[in-house]
């Protein structure tokens, strides 16, 4: 079963930098893509910023220009570079995972959450 471990998250300032990362672990798997998700307090999960094995990205409007992801598919791991950081920001990060086992089955594997917190 792939396993995810997310770090990096903690208090800031606004405009302030933060980098999360997101290790996968496990066994006979391929990820297709990884990415990260976000919810804050009282409101749903929303997507982040993602990124296929080969390369192509996808983030939200809110975090373009100020976001990067980056990624290391020969180690299963994706990170996440956060720029000017607003307290808007502020929400449990969570590290998705897609893909296959060589098996023929796929997975949707999710970290368990890190806290970012943006301070005015």
Do not use: H
């Amino acid at each position: 079963q792939v396993q995810l471990v997310e770090s990096g998250g903690g208090l800031v300032q606004a405009g302030g930098s933060l980098t999360l990362s997101c290790a996968a672990s496990g066994n006979n798997f391929r990820i297709n893509a990884m990415g990260w998700y976000r919810q804050a307090p009282g409101k749903q999960r929303e997507l982040v910023a993602t990124m296929t094995s080969g390369g192509t990205t996808n983030y939200a409007d809110s975090v373009k220009g100020r976001f990067t992801i980056s990624r290391d598919n020969a180690k299963n791991t994706v990170w996440l570079q956060m720029n000017s950081l607003k307290p808007e920001d502020t929400a449990v990060y969570y590290c998705n995972a897609k893909g296959f086992y060589w098996y023929g089955t796929a997975f949707d594997a999710w970290g368990q959450g890190t806290l970012v917190t943006v301070s005015s």
